[in-house]
């Protein structure tokens, strides 16, 4: 029995000894191909980057029929497919102390903070066995930053159920151009949608077909919010890409509104109309309507009107029960003189009202001219722009038979502008039209006896402060009424209006 034991024994170190020197020659794990991913360990979102994948035969054994497998992270931006194989045919037996290099390029997306992995593996056959071994090799890559702009423009407080305005602003600085962008809000409760510009797939989403690097936009967002005074809603949106019909985030924006009381609505009229256009040297009558659309009442008010615009004439004020105050100007009514003031119940509203002239002419070449007034009432503010037409004058002069026009233009800038007049019977235009270069724009037609000046285009200022745009022409007559009055006429860029003028008629 002692003996049988003994050769236990030694047959059991026999075996593990050939066991160990046989693992030890067919030990085919990473010690022996040894394969590496190197590449960034940051990298920002759409930031081209490279992976290098190598491997090395670090046995002495020829390995056979290798095949590499690498695969770009989870959402990546790549030309192709995002799993790549590389075969037998294309990549040759791996000798002894071999290394082989290969690169891929990618561009990674997702939101800050997020990790991307990358893999690879190599199966292959050693020489002389027919098992089939695999390496195996990973690279994770944190996104350190995602260059995108993306933020609300939305005020931290909203009266409920007025409709207030806000919008989505987004910029890129990636230096790639991305595409199948879009972007979603999440509206709190209580929110009611009315309108957006640019319009969107539905109330919530929006397209953005492409964004190149240095390009941005704005998406402005009309609507209500109802609910408890002081209470907060939260508004958020996301910035994303589509990829495979899936919809990857990229960047997050949340804000928060509180909801304030409503109080007090105000609108303004002008020769009865709410988006009148002013123009130099006439009256204005202002109507500012205030009503009360809270729950409760106002009592013992002021409203107060702040004029703003060297157009405005302040010495030609007129109310009935406001009072001008010099200096700031400003007009106000108190409830002393102003029932609706003293006591504007829930629904209720009332009136106030003034005349202001407009001067003929102010500071020439301000082009985009306008007029403001701000209405202060219950502690809040109305600001209302009115845009103001630009002024238009033709001047005819004569000497020894030679008519002259002169041109000016004392605001905003004129398209298309032109002079028409008629010549009466018995005076003939004989032409002799200088200077040189107006006599292409210059025309005559005999049947209508109407001559024309096409000008042209005009800046705003051009003939107040130095010479404008001249014209002078020949006629023949005997006596008597030389030429009728002349009309000047042109498009205002800014107010999008016809203006003209005229010249009275010239007699000899």
């Given amino acids: 029995m002692k003996k049988i034991i003994i050769g236990s024994i030694i047959i059991a170190v026999i075996l593990g000894v050939l066991g160990f020197w046989y693992w030890q020659n067919n030990d085919y794990s990473k010690e022996v191909l040894k394969l590496e991913i190197l590449g960034p360990a940051e990298a920002k979102a759409g930031q081209e980057i490279e992976y290098t994948v190598k491997y090395k035969n670090n046995g002495d054994v020829r390995l056979e029929q290798p095949v590499l497998i690498f695969e770009f992270p989870e959402y990546s931006l790549i030309n192709g497919s995002r799993r790549v194989e590389i075969k037998a045919e294309e990549l040759g037996d791996v000798y002894p102390g071999e290394e082989k290099t290969f690169t891929f390029k990618a561009r990674l997306i997702g939101k800050q903070g997020e990790t991307r992995t990358a893999k690879a593996l190599v199966r292959y056959q050693p020489k002389n066995l027919q098992a089939t071994y695999q390496s195996e090799s990973s ?264 008519i002259t026009w002169k041109v000016k233009n004392y605001l905003n800038d004129v398209r298309n502008a032109k002079v028409t007049a008629v010549l009466p019977s018995g005076v003939d235009l004989i032409g002799n039209v200088s200077p040189e270069s107006e006599s292409s724009k210059f025309a005559y037609d005999s049947g209508s006896r109407e001559i024309i000046w096409m000008i042209g285009n005009l800046d705003g200022g051009v003939g107040v402060s130095e010479e404008g745009p001249t014209v002078s022409f020949q006629v023949n007559t005997s006596g008597g009424t030389i030429i009728e009055e002349a009309t000047i006429i042109g498009e205002d860029q800014w107010t999008e209006r016809f203006i003209s003028s005229t010249a009275p008629p010239l007699n000899k």
């Fill in 139 to 402: 690279l994770t890559t944190v996104l350190s930053d995602v260059p995108l702009t993306f933020e609300f423009d939305l005020s931290s407080r909203a009266e409920a159920e007025r409709e207030f305005d806000f919008a989505i602003n987004y910029f890129s600085s990636i230096d790639y151009p991305l595409t199948d962008l879009g972007i979603r809000v999440e509206y709190p409760d209580g929110f009611e949608f009315i309108s957006s510009k640019p319009s969107g797939l539905d109330k919530t989403e929006w397209d953005i077909a492409v964004l190149n690097r240095a390009d941005g936009g704005r998406i402005d967002i009309t609507g209500k919010l109802s609910g408890d005074l002081g209470q907060q809603k939260i508004f958020k949106a996301v910035i994303g890409i589509w990829q495979d019909d899936e919809f990857i985030p990229l960047k997050e924006v949340s804000k928060g509104v509180e909801i304030s009381k409503p109080q007090l609505s105000v609108i303004q009229y002008i020769n009865g109309q709410s988006n009148y256009i002013a123009t130099p040297g006439e009256t204005l009558h202002y109507e500012i309507i205030f009503r009360n659309i809270s729950q409760e009442p106002f009592q013992d008010l002021f409203l107060v009107t702040d004029l703003t615009g060297q157009g405005f004439d302040l010495n030609t004020i007129k109310t009935q029960s406001g009072t001008f105050t010099q200096g700031d100007d400003s007009i106000m009514w108190d409830y002393m003189s102003v029932p609706n003031l003293k006591f504007l119940d829930q629904g209720k509203e009332g009136k106030v009202e003034f005349w202001i002239d407009l001067k003929e002419s102010w500071e020439s070449g301000k082009r985009n001219a306008t007029l403001k007034n701000i209405i202060s009432i219950a502690q809040m503010q109305e600001e209302f722009i009115t845009k103001v037409n630009s002024k238009l004058e033709i001047i005819q002069e004569e000497n020894n038979s030679i």
